[in-house]
């Protein structure tokens, strides 16, 4: 993510490896946009959206899923649990850059 962030100007990537960490970040800093890995090695990505759906931050901060769980009914569940976006491993690079500039434009 930090590459594909990187070939986007004006954009800065801000990344936490652990959900409560990515969350506390969500509060302080503020961001354009959360990206969540549905894995996370500590809560589920569809927990940590639950999360900031509780904080009021989703209504405000566009959310994307990323997952290599990439089944019709993984992105059907993801999507009906409320990210705005679900884009699935491996990483197509046009289609996280697509993502990213039509929800900032939004």
Do not use: C, W
Request: proline fraction near 5%; charge should be negative; aromatic fraction near 4%.
């Amino acid at each position: 993510m930090e590459g594909i962030v990187r070939l986007s100007e004006g954009l800065t990537l801000i990344s936490a490896r652990y959900a409560e960490v990515g969350l506390e970040m969500a509060k302080t800093q503020n961001p354009y946009m959360i990206i969540i890995d549905i894995n996370l090695p500590d809560m589920s990505g569809l927990v940590v959206l639950e999360k900031l759906m509780e904080l009021d931050i989703v209504p405000r901060i566009p959310v994307i899923a990323l997952s290599a769980a990439a089944t019709d009914k993984d992105i059907k569940e993801g999507i009906e649990a409320g990210f705005q976006m679900y884009l699935t491993k491996p990483i197509n690079v046009r289609q996280v850059q697509g993502a990213i500039h039509s929800l900032l434009a939004a």
